[in-house]
Every structure is written in C-alpha cells, then in structure tokens.
C-alpha cells in the first residue's frame, strides 16, 4: 500500500512562492508517474502537473506553465512542487497522487490528504 503525505501549504501573498512536498512510501517512485491535483472551494478536482516513472515525461496544466515547477527526489522519496507568481485563482487543496500518468485523476490509484494553499490579493 502507497502512503503519501503532503506538506508545505499555507498562506501567500499574490506574486509570492510556496514549495510543496510528498512524501511517498516504499518505491513508488520507481514504478508510478506522479502528479499534483488542486481543488478549489465549490470546484472539481483539476490537473495541475504530472511526471513519468522515470522522469523523462512532465505535462504542465496551461493555467501554472512558466509558474510551477515539479521535481522529485528519489532518494528521499519526496516530490516537490514549487509555485511562483501565485495567484488567487491558485487558491485550493493541492492533492500528491500516483498513478499511471495522465491528465485524468481516474488513472491515479493513491492520493494524499491534500494541503491547503491560500493565496490573498
């Protein structure tokens, strides 16, 4: 069983930075694409960032491309999400997943509890 644990939320100032973490159990990394979801309040749950098991594949959402960047550090099973250039708009519960890799929350089998990101105007 994968067991993912997010981190790093908060509250921003619009034009500010965040970086968040998932952390992951056992060897997800070497067998699932990971990605970072967002749900805003009243909203469904939308892709933000995916990337391959082995790295060589990222997909940018077009609302975060040029703003967010995903990486991931195997040896601490962490992935990472660094968000610049925050908006309100970003404003939701970012959920860790992995899964199989794609846009599409239906092809990832664990997810995080989700952290709270808050971006005021």
């Known amino acids: 069983q994968e067991r993912l644990v997010e981190s790093g939320g908060g509250l921003v100032q619009a034009g500010g930075s965040l970086r968040l973490s998932c952390a992951a159990s056992g060897r997800t990394f070497r067998t699932h694409a990971m990605a970072w979801f967002r749900q805003a309040p009243g909203k469904a749950r939308e892709f933000v960032v995916y990337?391959?098991?082995?790295?060589?594949?990222?997909d940018y959402a077009d609302s975060v491309k040029g703003r967010f960047t995903i990486s991931r550090d195997i040896a601490k099973n962490t992935l990472y999400l660094q968000m610049n250039r925050l908006k309100p708009e970003d404003t939701a519960v970012y959920y860790c997943?992995?899964?199989?890799?794609?846009?599409?929350?239906?092809?990832?089998?664990?997810w995080g509890q989700g952290t709270l990101v808050t971006v005021s105007s």
């Open positions: 990337v391959g098991w082995n790295g060589s594949m990222i």
């Open positions: 997943a992995a899964g199989t890799g794609s846009r599409w929350s239906r092809e990832y089998e664990y």
